[in-house]
Protein backbone atom coordinates (compact mmCIF):
# COMPACT_ATOMS: atom_id res chain seq x y z
CA UNK A 1 0.00 0.00 0.00
CA UNK A 2 2.61 2.55 0.72
CA UNK A 3 4.41 1.95 -2.16
CA UNK A 4 1.24 2.32 -4.38
CA UNK A 5 0.47 6.09 -2.31
CA UNK A 6 4.25 7.11 -3.24
CA UNK A 7 3.82 6.37 -6.87
CA UNK A 8 0.78 8.60 -6.85
CA UNK A 9 2.30 11.27 -5.27
CA UNK A 10 4.92 10.99 -7.89
CA UNK A 11 2.68 11.22 -10.66
CA UNK A 12 0.36 14.18 -9.58
CA UNK A 13 3.62 16.43 -8.97
CA UNK A 14 4.53 15.17 -12.71
CA UNK A 15 2.78 17.44 -15.69
CA UNK A 16 2.97 17.25 -19.18
CA UNK A 17 4.32 20.43 -20.99
CA UNK A 18 4.45 21.05 -24.83
CA UNK A 19 8.13 21.85 -26.12
CA UNK A 20 7.25 24.02 -27.57
CA UNK A 21 4.38 25.79 -26.61
CA UNK A 22 4.48 25.61 -22.71
CA UNK A 23 1.31 26.08 -21.11
CA UNK A 24 1.27 29.45 -18.86
CA UNK A 25 -0.32 28.10 -16.23
CA UNK A 26 1.44 24.52 -15.84
CA UNK A 27 4.85 27.08 -15.64
CA UNK A 28 3.02 29.23 -13.52
CA UNK A 29 2.72 26.32 -11.41
CA UNK A 30 6.48 25.48 -11.08
CA UNK A 31 7.10 29.12 -10.91
CA UNK A 32 4.59 29.13 -7.45
CA UNK A 33 6.93 26.26 -5.82
CA UNK A 34 10.69 27.90 -6.47
CA UNK A 35 9.09 30.95 -5.32
CA UNK A 36 8.10 29.19 -2.03
CA UNK A 37 11.64 26.97 -1.75
CA UNK A 38 10.69 24.07 -3.60
CA UNK A 39 12.88 22.22 -6.22
CA UNK A 40 11.65 21.70 -9.91
CA UNK A 41 12.89 18.97 -12.39
CA UNK A 42 12.31 20.70 -16.29
CA UNK A 43 13.47 20.13 -19.33
CA UNK A 44 16.65 21.36 -21.01
CA UNK A 45 18.26 21.50 -24.57
CA UNK A 46 19.69 18.04 -23.96
CA UNK A 47 19.16 17.37 -20.62
CA UNK A 48 16.33 17.36 -17.29
CA UNK A 49 17.68 20.13 -14.61
CA UNK A 50 16.96 21.09 -11.24
CA UNK A 51 15.46 24.69 -10.88
CA UNK A 52 15.53 26.59 -7.39
CA UNK A 53 15.51 30.41 -6.49
CA UNK A 54 19.39 31.02 -6.80
CA UNK A 55 18.80 33.57 -4.36
CA UNK A 56 17.43 31.08 -1.72
CA UNK A 57 19.97 29.24 0.61
CA UNK A 58 17.91 26.97 1.85
CA UNK A 59 16.16 25.82 -1.67
CA UNK A 60 19.75 25.73 -2.48
CA UNK A 61 20.61 23.20 0.00
CA UNK A 62 17.64 21.12 -1.13
CA UNK A 63 19.78 21.01 -4.24
CA UNK A 64 22.90 19.68 -2.27
CA UNK A 65 20.52 17.12 -0.66
CA UNK A 66 18.84 15.82 -3.67
CA UNK A 67 21.70 15.26 -5.93
CA UNK A 68 24.22 14.43 -3.05
CA UNK A 69 26.43 16.52 -4.29
CA UNK A 70 29.96 17.82 -2.54
CA UNK A 71 28.85 21.23 -0.98
CA UNK A 72 32.24 22.88 -2.60
CA UNK A 73 30.72 22.07 -6.10
CA UNK A 74 29.42 25.66 -7.32
CA UNK A 75 25.69 25.17 -9.08
CA UNK A 76 25.31 26.95 -12.90
CA UNK A 77 22.45 29.11 -13.02
CA UNK A 78 19.70 30.38 -15.66
CA UNK A 79 19.05 34.07 -16.75
CA UNK A 80 16.68 34.82 -18.97
CA UNK A 81 18.56 37.54 -20.91
CA UNK A 82 21.98 39.72 -21.02
CA UNK A 83 20.64 42.41 -19.35
CA UNK A 84 20.17 40.36 -15.85
CA UNK A 85 24.16 39.36 -15.58
CA UNK A 86 25.70 42.37 -14.48
CA UNK A 87 24.00 42.48 -11.04
CA UNK A 88 25.03 38.53 -10.75
CA UNK A 89 29.00 39.19 -11.59
CA UNK A 90 31.61 41.51 -10.62
CA UNK A 91 32.23 42.95 -14.38
CA UNK A 92 32.20 40.86 -17.69
CA UNK A 93 35.17 40.18 -19.41
CA UNK A 94 35.88 41.38 -23.71
CA UNK A 95 36.09 37.49 -24.63
CA UNK A 96 32.13 36.98 -22.79
CA UNK A 97 30.39 39.53 -25.63
CA UNK A 98 31.23 37.59 -28.97
CA UNK A 99 30.55 34.26 -27.07
CA UNK A 100 27.52 35.03 -26.03
CA UNK A 101 26.15 37.16 -29.57
CA UNK A 102 27.27 33.99 -31.57
CA UNK A 103 25.63 31.37 -29.09
CA UNK A 104 23.53 31.97 -27.18
CA UNK A 105 20.90 31.10 -26.21
CA UNK A 106 21.86 27.79 -24.84
CA UNK A 107 24.71 25.68 -26.18
CA UNK A 108 27.49 27.54 -23.78
CA UNK A 109 27.68 27.86 -20.23
CA UNK A 110 30.37 30.99 -18.81
CA UNK A 111 31.94 31.47 -16.00
CA UNK A 112 32.42 34.63 -14.69
CA UNK A 113 33.75 36.27 -10.56
CA UNK A 114 31.05 36.16 -8.98
CA UNK A 115 29.51 38.94 -7.19
CA UNK A 116 30.25 38.53 -3.56
CA UNK A 117 26.54 39.13 -2.84
CA UNK A 118 25.33 35.73 -4.29
CA UNK A 119 24.78 32.98 -1.48
CA UNK A 120 28.20 30.78 -0.73
CA UNK A 121 26.42 28.23 -1.46
CA UNK A 122 25.71 28.84 -4.72
CA UNK A 123 29.27 29.37 -5.63
CA UNK A 124 30.62 26.44 -3.19
CA UNK A 125 32.86 29.10 -2.12
CA UNK A 126 34.52 29.16 -5.78
CA UNK A 127 34.13 33.22 -5.91
CA UNK A 128 32.66 31.71 -9.49
CA UNK A 129 29.57 31.83 -10.90
CA UNK A 130 28.07 29.69 -14.10
CA UNK A 131 25.21 31.59 -16.35
CA UNK A 132 23.50 30.30 -19.11
CA UNK A 133 20.39 31.54 -21.19
CA UNK A 134 18.57 28.51 -21.78
CA UNK A 135 17.38 27.27 -25.30
CA UNK A 136 14.85 24.98 -24.23
CA UNK A 137 11.26 27.32 -25.00
CA UNK A 138 9.95 25.23 -21.50
CA UNK A 139 13.27 26.31 -19.39
CA UNK A 140 13.42 29.92 -20.83
CA UNK A 141 9.28 29.96 -20.09
CA UNK A 142 10.18 29.29 -16.46
CA UNK A 143 13.01 31.45 -15.91
CA UNK A 144 10.92 34.49 -17.33
CA UNK A 145 8.06 33.66 -15.07
CA UNK A 146 10.48 33.26 -12.17
CA UNK A 147 11.94 36.62 -12.93
CA UNK A 148 14.65 35.78 -10.99
CA UNK A 149 18.19 33.87 -11.82
CA UNK A 150 16.94 29.87 -11.09
CA UNK A 151 19.65 27.03 -10.77
CA UNK A 152 20.31 24.76 -13.76
CA UNK A 153 22.33 21.83 -12.67
CA UNK A 154 21.53 18.22 -13.96
CA UNK A 155 18.51 16.12 -12.53
CA UNK A 156 20.55 13.95 -11.48
CA UNK A 157 22.87 12.38 -8.57
CA UNK A 158 26.65 13.68 -8.81
CA UNK A 159 28.32 11.56 -10.65
CA UNK A 160 25.80 9.60 -12.63
CA UNK A 161 24.46 10.03 -15.95
CA UNK A 162 22.38 12.80 -16.58
CA UNK A 163 18.67 12.21 -17.58
CA UNK A 164 16.88 12.83 -20.51
CA UNK A 165 13.87 11.02 -20.23
CA UNK A 166 11.90 11.64 -17.24
CA UNK A 167 10.52 8.16 -17.10
CA UNK A 168 14.06 7.35 -16.85
CA UNK A 169 14.55 10.13 -13.99
CA UNK A 170 16.37 8.35 -10.84
CA UNK A 171 13.59 7.62 -8.76
CA UNK A 172 15.97 9.24 -5.61
CA UNK A 173 15.45 12.02 -7.48
CA UNK A 174 12.16 12.25 -8.79
CA UNK A 175 11.09 11.68 -5.03
CA UNK A 176 12.42 14.59 -3.58
CA UNK A 177 11.54 17.27 -6.15
CA UNK A 178 8.49 19.31 -5.46
CA UNK A 179 7.47 19.49 -8.97
CA UNK A 180 8.22 18.06 -12.46
CA UNK A 181 7.63 19.19 -15.94
CA UNK A 182 7.39 16.48 -18.29
CA UNK A 183 8.32 17.86 -21.86
CA UNK A 184 9.34 14.08 -23.76
CA UNK A 185 12.52 12.97 -24.43
CA UNK A 186 15.22 15.46 -24.42
CA UNK A 187 18.41 14.78 -27.22
CA UNK A 188 20.73 14.00 -24.66
CA UNK A 189 24.66 14.40 -24.94
CA UNK A 190 26.95 16.24 -23.25
CA UNK A 191 25.22 19.75 -22.35
CA UNK A 192 26.58 23.04 -22.76
CA UNK A 193 30.26 23.46 -23.39
CA UNK A 194 31.36 25.45 -19.92
CA UNK A 195 34.04 28.10 -20.30
CA UNK A 196 36.03 29.84 -17.94
CA UNK A 197 36.47 33.53 -18.53
CA UNK A 198 37.89 34.56 -15.21
CA UNK A 199 41.26 32.64 -16.56
CA UNK A 200 43.40 34.41 -19.47
CA UNK A 201 43.41 33.45 -21.79
CA UNK A 202 39.77 31.67 -21.48
CA UNK A 203 39.68 27.89 -20.60
CA UNK A 204 37.48 25.59 -21.47
CA UNK A 205 36.27 23.62 -18.95
CA UNK A 206 34.02 21.15 -20.52
CA UNK A 207 33.73 20.64 -24.15
CA UNK A 208 29.93 19.70 -24.94
CA UNK A 209 27.66 21.27 -27.49
CA UNK A 210 29.96 23.39 -29.19
CA UNK A 211 33.51 22.72 -29.58
CA UNK A 212 36.50 24.37 -28.46
CA UNK A 213 37.47 25.16 -32.49
CA UNK A 214 34.68 26.78 -33.14
CA UNK A 215 35.16 28.80 -29.40
CA UNK A 216 38.64 29.67 -30.55
CA UNK A 217 37.27 31.04 -34.16
CA UNK A 218 34.97 33.40 -32.49
CA UNK A 219 37.52 34.30 -29.79
CA UNK A 220 40.20 34.74 -32.70
CA UNK A 221 42.76 32.96 -30.88
Not at 98 to 118: R, S, V
Not at 134 to 141: C, I, S, W
Not at 208 to 215: D, L, M, Y
Request: hydrophobic content about 45%.
Amino acid sequence: MKKKQKSLKLINKIIKIDPVNPDPDSINRAVAKIRKGGVVAFPTRCLYGLGADAFNPAALEKIFHIKERPLNKPLSILVARMENIPGLVTHIPGAALPIMEKFWPGQITLIFKANPKLPFILTGGSGKIGIRIPEHKVALALVKAANMPITGTSANISGMPGCSDIKKLDPLVAGKTDFILDSGKLKGGAGSTVIDLTAEPVKILREGEVSAKKIFDVLKI
